[in-house]
């Protein structure tokens, strides 16, 4: 395993390059094919540490699913309610989807036993959000602090429909909840502050539940119970993944790139609206749907910063950019202001207080708030040894900053971000040295 990678400031930032696909509807795809009926087939899912958890529990409990290293995976469903108690402990590694999500699915098998549980962050990061709705429906549900955290212990029962006013918005607490009401009668409704991410609602209705929005666009039904048919599915390229490159091009001087296939679900697209509010070049090219999902070629060119605030409905379109955000603020001129992300806190690192930490270390002026960060722009960024803490966000946001500090840069456990970008710095080589 790499302990560190030394990184230097880019000279050239140039080519064309396609990123790994979305990671949120990877691990949709593999749930929602294991529980249909028949063959799904997967194209340009991401080969990361987070779906391969998702596909081995479901490999667990019954489904057939194919190696996720080549070009399509294939998914043997076993149909709605008919998952098989696993003998083992279901190990979801770091992947706070795989575990949330899969506490709705398991929560609806009358009568089937499942433990769950991940790696130390895992073990760490608060499961209550989505346990308290799903104890509401009915669901049997132990674990440390309360039932809170894991290992978790689930006993299937036979759920009742709510509606749920959900008190943030997110899309797992949202996805639970719905992938729950798939084997209950009647009709399981959640309501968000604001829209979170879709990609469960538009996947599950591919697979032909019957999912609709009230006009406010903000509360989503599944009418239950459901029957689900498996799909040919084409998996984006992950806009998270494309926000790396996105930022890179916009603050290395002369640099150009151009990502082909990536999303642009408008649940998704607060990065490319922060970016554009700070005068980045970026051109939305071939715009496309695939499998329900729009998608577009990305062309980003060198451009000069301007500071913004970041905060408010925004926010749930792109809290996973915002560690990203935070080195495009470090270089653009004024001071950021980021708000309303104290979710940040609960991420796979406290990424507030570590993103603070470790670009302050770089020479950045960077202020931690409860639920933000203060950024003043504009100052150099000097080499130094930084840590990912293993967070593989934070660990190619700091490779990004490192193209343009003076220099170099020594990043600790950088093999992390293989959780959603495997082959990362392998790409940021080759584009350095230009097309």
């Not at 910063?305 to 379109?317: M, T």
Request: one cysteine or more.
């Amino acid at each position: 395993m790499l302990k560190s990678v030394a990184l230097t400031a880019a000279q050239c930032l140039r080519g064309t390059l396609r990123v790994p696909g979305d990671k949120s509807i990877s691990h949709r795809a593999l749930m929602l094919g294991a529980l249909a009926e028949g063959l799904t087939q997967i194209e340009g899912i991401l080969p990361g540490d987070d779906p391969r958890s998702t596909a081995e529990c479901f490999r667990q409990l019954g489904a057939q699913i194919s190696t996720i290293d080549g070009a399509r995976v294939e998914v043997h469903g076993v149909g709605l309610g008919n998952l098989r108690e696993s003998t083992d402990i279901l190990y979801t590694g770091n992947s706070g989807t795989t575990t949330r999500l899969m506490l709705g699915i398991l929560s609806a098998q009358p009568g089937l036993f499942s433990c769950l549980n991940g790696d130390a962050s895992i073990r760490t990061r608060p499961m209550g959000r989505v346990i308290e709705p799903l104890s509401r429906m009915g669901a049997q549900i132990w674990g440390r602090d309360g039932a809170k955290r894991a290992p978790l212990a689930v006993l299937g029962q036979h759920l009742r429909p709510i509606h749920y006013d959900s008190p943030v918005a997110s899309a797992q607490v949202k996805s639970a909840i719905l992938l729950a009401g798939l084997l209950t009668v009647g009709e399981t409704s959640v309501r968000e502050p604001a829209r979170s991410r879709d990609h469960s609602e538009r996947m599950l209705t591919a697979f032909g539940a019957d999912i609709r929005y009230c006009p406010d666009t903000t509360t989503v039904t599944l009418r239950g119970p459901a029957r689900l048919s498996a799909q040919q599915i084409i998996v984006p390229g992950d806009i998270s993944s494309a926000a790396f490159w996105l930022v890179a091009a916009a603050i290395v001087p002369g640099a150009e790139l151009l990502l082909n296939g990536v999303g642009i679900n408008p649940t998704r697209t607060g990065v490319l609206e922060v970016l554009g509010r700070m005068g980045a070049d970026i051109q939305i090219e071939n715009e496309r749907t695939t499998c329900g999902e729009p998608v577009a070629d990305l062309r980003v060119r060198s451009s000069r910063l301007e500071a913004c605030e970041i905060g408010g409905e925004v926010i749930p379109r792109l809290i996973d950019e915002l560690p990203i955000l935070a080195v495009a603020a470090c270089c653009a001129r004024g001071k950021t202001v980021i708000r309303d992300a104290a979710e940040l806190r609960v991420k796979e690192s406290d990424r507030i207080a570590v993103m603070a930490r470790e670009l302050n270390r770089l020479g950045a002026r960077v202020e931690e708030l409860p639920d933000g960060l203060i950024i003043e722009g504009g100052h150099p960024l000097m080499g130094a040894e930084v840590e990912s803490h293993g967070d593989h966000r934070v660990a190619m946001s700091l490779a990004i900053a490192a193209l343009v500090a003076r220099g170099t840069t020594v990043l600790g456990d950088p093999e992390c971000a293989t959780v959603s970008y495997p082959g990362f710095f392998e790409e940021l080589a080759r584009l350095k040295l230009g097309p």
